[in-house]
């Protein structure tokens, strides 16, 4: 493999003169991007490359010594500079990879998180011994990772997915359409579950799933990129604050949920016993669970609906 070409600090992109052939471009790239303060340059050269080329990204191993043409090379460029500029990679690629699926994604979306998998996860669980059928409503669901996930994982079950947000809708949409489960979920635009009151009969859902906005404002925490470019719908919960949604989201799945149903909720690891605390309010909902993230953090808070409340 060629050694990279020496990089060059500035607006424009990679240096110009940058060897022609595919690996020493891309060589380029991944050191201009390390310079840039990126973690993973190699990958992320790797992946813009193979959206500029139209190509897979393992692809690009086996044309290795191909030339660029100057087109393939500006588009690259143009690429680079957006990520450099701190534009997530995948709004650039227009993807993002979900339970090994990929979803369609940009910046009407919130990029869909790994930790979100453990939500996925319990929500498998607790479908699991419910049997064939089953309904279920995923609320703020964005890119529909979640719901369309869950259908593909749980053929006999039909859901709702809401969102405040229509643009957002529309990328759900397109999703269920790519991963064939339009004919087994609504998406409809609402504020958490008020667009199922008049459509969904009182006691008849098996599952309520969200992963809502929870960023606290002024979290130290919180990448300035995420912040600059990902929806502030999706990541800040408004000015009844994270409490103020959890409660609302509490009091409209109870009377939606049969006995024994689950309503689970994403959360901040910091905010997983305050959230616990708040379902043990009353008599409304039985002991709550809690799922782990895959670093080991409480990340999903559910319980079920009590017998008789
Ligand atoms: C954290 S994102 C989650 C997106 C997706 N479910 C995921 O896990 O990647 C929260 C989503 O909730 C939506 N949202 C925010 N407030 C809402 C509300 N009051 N009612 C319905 N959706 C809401 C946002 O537009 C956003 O799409």
Redesign the pocket.
Known sequence: MPSPAPSREGPEGPEKSAPDTLMGVLGAAASWLGNKGLERPRLEAEVLLAKALGLDRLRLYLEFDRPLSEEEKESFRKLLRERARGVPSAYLVGEREFHSLAFSVDPR??I??PE?ETLLEAALEVSFPVGEKGLFA??????G??AVSFLLERPGWRGWA????GP?LEVARANAQRHGVTQRLRLVR???LAPLRETVEEGSLDLVLS???YVERGDPGLDPDVARFE?S???FPGPEGVEGLWRRLREQSRPLLRPGGWLLLECAPAQAEALARSFRKGLAWKEPRTWEDLAGRPRVVGAQVAEST
């Open positions: 979306v919130l869909p998180r979100t995923d609320v703020g669901t964005g890119s990772c979640l809401t969102d405040l947000s957002a609402g504020d958490l992963n809502p906005p929806p719908g999706a990541l």
